[in-house]
């Protein structure tokens, strides 16, 4: 049974720093897409960032641009989102996904992000 298990959130003043981590098994994850995905209280969930299964080509949302990295090591079915100078509007749930075409997506339980101000 397939299964993304995120870590590395917690709570963090403005403008530090946080690296979330997504560790996929259960199944190969060859040729998937993986992301981010976050949703703070009372909004809908809204995309963060993406990265190819060769990690060559990323996609960030305009609001985390400059800020956040998104990275992949296949080897170890690991997803990573280094994000730096955190801003209290990041406060909020981020869900790891695994997407392949329409088919498949599979989500992880979420990791909770607080940004103090």
């Known amino acids: 049974q397939a299964q993304l298990v995120e870590s590395g959130g917690g709570l963090v003043q403005a403008g530090g720093s946080l690296r979330l981590s997504c560790a996929a098994s259960g199944r190969t994850f060859s040729g998937y897409v993986m992301g981010w995905f976050r949703q703070a209280p009372g909004k809908e969930r809204e995309f963060v960032a993406r990265i190819s299964w060769s990690g060559g080509s990323t996609d960030y949302a305009d609001s985390v641009k400059g800020r956040f990295t998104i990275s992949r090591d296949n080897a170890k079915n690991t997803v990573t989102l280094q994000m730096n100078s955190l801003k209290p509007d990041d406060t909020a749930v981020y869900y790891c996904?695994?997407?392949?075409?329409?088919?498949?997506?599979?989500w992880g339980q979420g990791t909770q992000v607080i940004v103090s101000s």
């Open positions: 996904q695994a997407r392949l075409g329409v088919a498949y997506t599979y």
